[in-house]
């Protein structure tokens, strides 16, 4: 069928069809316009060193997308949700917590696949069609372009929260080269006077709608080996997170009934959920084997030693 008589909504219509067959829980679209209004916000994040510890973010390249792929034109947004009620981090005596987006396969291995396949299926109907992959690895507003796709919002967690459905969930994005009718954006967010997630942070690397990496417990234990300040240690002591953190989001009154991940896909527990802090490995050949096709594969066995030597001494 020629280009120019395929119908752009019935297109979409079949796009959101198939991306909800492939297990999203909610997508939306959004035109790859700049982001204008996150630009001075987002300079003075940078301007306050807040990035030094993220060295690949670049406001540039961020607030727009076509500096990313300049072919695109239509960003199509899922929300992958993860979580599963029994899979509480810490529930196991004497264990450490791993946030729940540890506790199954590498999410990239599982999302990336199936952006890939929708991707090929829509060529085959509209020819011509170009398209790239998005997952948590590209420099993306990923939750602003989820906002303006009408998933949710950001909310002061810095997370994007999607409505009811909460905000245990991982954002794909598929570029394409086609213009599409956008969505209707989430003009607002509705956290209202809330600030649990804000109170329940261990190390205090929140304010509304924004997040100091330096001070973030993540940072040091997934995103880099640099030395933790004095209070952040004492807050991974205290807390036992010893990969990720999920405190502001178990406290988020949104995720008291959140839509939950498939548990074909996100499994058991590995034996770093279930094994007391003592059991587990400190040795390079051991540590090797455990996170093995999961988003934790990327920390280092040394990396890993070093947080357990913070959270539970020499």
């Known amino acids: 069928m020629p280009v120019e008589h395929l119908d752009p909504l019935a297109f979409k219509a079949w796009l959101r069809s198939e991306a ?29 060193g807040r990035g030094t510890l993220l060295p690949y ?21 899922g929300f992958f949700p993860y979580a599963r009620p029994e899979a509480i981090p810490g529930s196991v005596p004497g264990s450490l917590k791993l946030s729940r987006y540890l506790w199954g396969p590498d999410y990239h291995m599982l999302l990336k696949p199936r952006l890939t396949r929708l991707l090929e ?25 989820a906002a303006r796709a009408g998933l949710g919002w950001q909310g002061k967690h810095t997370l994007l929260i999607a409505g009811k459905d909460g905000s245990w969930g991982f954002l794909g994005v598929l570029l394409l080269s086609v213009d599409l009718p956008p969505d209707e954006p989430v003009a607002t967010e509705f956290c209202g006077t809330c600030t649990a997630c804000l109170e329940a942070c261990p190390s205090g690397a929140l304010e509304p709608f924004l997040l100091d990496p330096a001070r973030c417990l993540t940072t ?10 004095a209070g952040v240690v004492a807050a991974l002591a205290h807390s036992r997170w010893a990969a990720g953190c999920d ?14 991940g498939d548990p074909a896909l996100w499994g058991g527990p590995s034996p770093l959920h279930t094994r007391s802090a003592d059991e587990l490995p400190r040795g390079a050949a051991q540590w090797r084997k455990l996170p093995r096709r999961t988003a934790l594969r990327r920390v280092r066995d040394r990396h890993w030693r070093a947080t357990l030597t913070r959270i539970l001494g020499p």
Do not use: H, M
């Open 121 to 145: 299926a829509a060529q085959a109907r509209w020819p011509g069609l170009e398209g790239r992959v998005c997952v948590d690895t590209a420099p993306l507003l990923e939750r602003q372009l």
């Open 57 to 77: 973010l670049d406001p540039t390249t961020l607030l727009e997308p076509r500096a990313l792929w300049p072919l695109a034109r239509t960003a199509l947004v």
């Open 247 to 260: 405190a502001c989001q178990e406290a988020c009154p949104w995720n008291r009934a959140p839509v939950w």
């Open 220 to 229: 040091y234990t997934i995103e880099t080996e640099a030395e933790p300040p």
């Open 20 to 48: 909800l067959s492939a297990g999203l829980a909610r997508v939306g679209f959004a035109a790859c316009e700049a982001f204008q209004a996150e630009e001075a916000r987002l300079q003075a994040w940078f301007q306050e």
